[in-house]
């Protein structure tokens, strides 16, 4: 069973353009989280997404940020007209779903590393 | 709100010190999950161990336990004979249950074990 996966590993923007990181859960997992971790700094939550539904989106900055877990295809972070603030590790965690009888765990990528120039 | 707190920011050891990293956490639900998570200079988390709430029964694996104390609401852990692999940074994280379950993450513990 593959593990979660994220791509790109690694991604170069120039400000103003657009990024797209991927996100792939573990086979039987409809619950996806994003977390970010900024240079020197803990790792924080963005949003809990379902299949085709956002649970929790408390941890996604107001404007330029979205995110989508279609009913089929990976999960989708979506950062728009991107800032050197931006720059970041993003990491996707999947779970299964919460009537599961492990649905405390999540599993994570391995993570998408974005540097803005 | 959820709150984990990690006041070590930096520890420096010599191998085969042992060496505790200290997690304290603040919650309302009366049920939750504690985790500890490794994040080597590569990048990725590894994970280490989640602890229930209704669970306080410490748990050793190998060199690594963990403390769990509901009274004190703190969840240490500790590496036995310490050794330069286990240079990391050390996060532990509080999750809650159904819509609040997001991982709430410490700032996180550069431990560094010097041969």
């Known amino acids: 069973n593959a593990g979660v996966m994220q791509n790109p590993r690694h991604l170069v923007r120039r400000r103003g353009q657009e990024a797209r990181l991927r996100c792939s859960p573990m086979?039987?997992?409809?619950?996806v989280y994003w977390y970010r971790q900024l240079p020197e700094e803990g790792l924080k939550f963005m949003v809990y997404?379902?299949?085709?539904?956002?649970?929790?989106e408390s941890g996604m900055p107001k404007e330029r940020f979205s995110a989508e877990f279609p009913k089929e295809g990976p999960s989708i972070l979506r950062i728009q007209q991107v800032v050197r603030g931006d720059s970041a590790a993003y990491f996707c965690?999947?779970?299964?779903?919460?009537?599961?009888?492990?649905?405390?765990?999540?599993?994570f990528g391995p993570g998408t590393r974005l540097t803005v120039t | 709100a959820q709150k984990v707190t990690q006041a070590q920011t930096e520890i420096s050891v010599v191998e085969k010190e042992d060496v505790t990293l200290d997690c304290v956490y603040e919650?309302?639900?009366?049920?939750?999950?504690l985790f500890w998570y490794k994040q080597p200079p590569s990048g990725e988390l590894v994970f280490l161990i989640r602890?229930?709430?209704?669970?306080?029964q410490n748990e050793i694996s190998g060199r690594y336990s963990w403390n769990f104390q509901k009274s004190t609401s703190s969840f240490n852990f500790t590496i036995t004979a310490s050794q330069v692999v286990d240079s990391a940074v050390y996060f532990c994280?509080?999750?809650?249950?159904?819509?609040?379950?997001?991982?709430?993450f410490g700032k996180g513990i550069t431990l560094s074990v010097r041969p």
């Open positions: 965690a999947s779970s299964p779903a919460p009537d599961s009888s492990l649905s405390y765990e999540q599993y």
């Open positions: 086979k039987g997992h409809s619950h």
């Open positions: 997404l379902q299949k085709e539904n956002i649970i929790d």
């Open positions: 919650t309302r639900d009366t049920t939750y999950y």
């Open positions: 602890r229930n709430s209704f669970d306080e």
């Open positions: 994280a509080l999750r809650g249950t159904g819509a609040n379950s997001k991982l709430t």
